[in-house]
């Protein structure tokens, strides 16, 4: 059906056991040790071994890091080793992935490792409480547990476990209101220090010209004017972040989106004219991601939103069914 065809291309264009506990520190350490991981994340040199698991899929991963440093710029390179053979290389903001099925695609984005991308931004201590809960061991270090706990239903909670040692993050959890674990990332093995000759080669190895070039983070040259709608409901904290028109990927109209982000989680909701002239709805999610597609009428125009970013199923329904004409154009 044609929502699941917008589904997976929107997905395309944008996962506390066992704890010792120690003490709970004050929000304003929790954000502190929040801010030494992802700085760690940027400026240390590490390879190691983890496991990835959103939903019920499960997957091995091996990744390298290099600090930008002697001329090089920061690099990443992901070897997934179930399934299918892929492998993802990132060299400054420009991002290669490459399947023996798609062949080699360039993107735009940060970082790689999957959870640490999501906290480059600055969060507010009225969306969540950060508290350090206590400290425990993940592949042999010892670790902080951080707890991120959102302050409404509208968004996930985290657990963090960070490296005593190198503020690194060894292991996150991500949980809905139940509480129920719906994303983990742990590393198995972690090596912190310069990398080795065949390693930075790995990094800086030459790829295929031909890469189809896709941009995720700006679209066309025009103006936000255009935008003929507007989300009439946004979780409080979450403010736009980007803002682009493009071509659809599935119709030969173009597509609106906008980006929303609290600072840890963020949606993005897309627009376009519909052809079908059928008004729908349909949920999914897959994980930490929820996706909803819905076909609303504007007097003899039918147009197709879709919400789709790593926040509650229930919170992606409520933006999308509000997303509304604007009326006063200027």
Sequence with gaps: MRYKQWISRALLLSGLIGCQSVYADATSEGVDLLASMVKSSRELSFQGELVYQQGSHLEGISIIHRAEGGGLPEGERILYLDGLPREALRRGEEFYFSSRREGVTKFQRGSLIPMVSKFQGNIGNELYEAKIAGVDRVA???????LLLPKDRFR????????????????????????????????????????????NNLLSRELPETAKTIDLQSGSDKTVAQFSWESGWLPDGFVLDNEAVRASPVSDHEVTSRVYSDGIASFSVFVEEDDSRVLSQASEKIGAMAAVSKVYRDNNQYYHVTVVGDIPLGTAERVAVSVRPVTDQP
């Excluded at 042999?140 to 951080?146: D, I, K, S, T, W």
């Excluded at 949980?175 to 093995?189: H, N, S, W």
């Design 156 to 199: 996930y909670g985290y657990q963090l476990w960070i490296d005593r040692a190198s503020a690194l993050l060894l292991k996150s959890l991500l949980v809905d209101e139940q509480g129920v674990i719906i994303e983990r990332l742990q590393f198995t093995d972690l090596n912190v220090g310069p990398l080795s000759e065949r390693q």
């Design 140 to 146: 042999g270090r010892e670790a902080y547990v951080l």
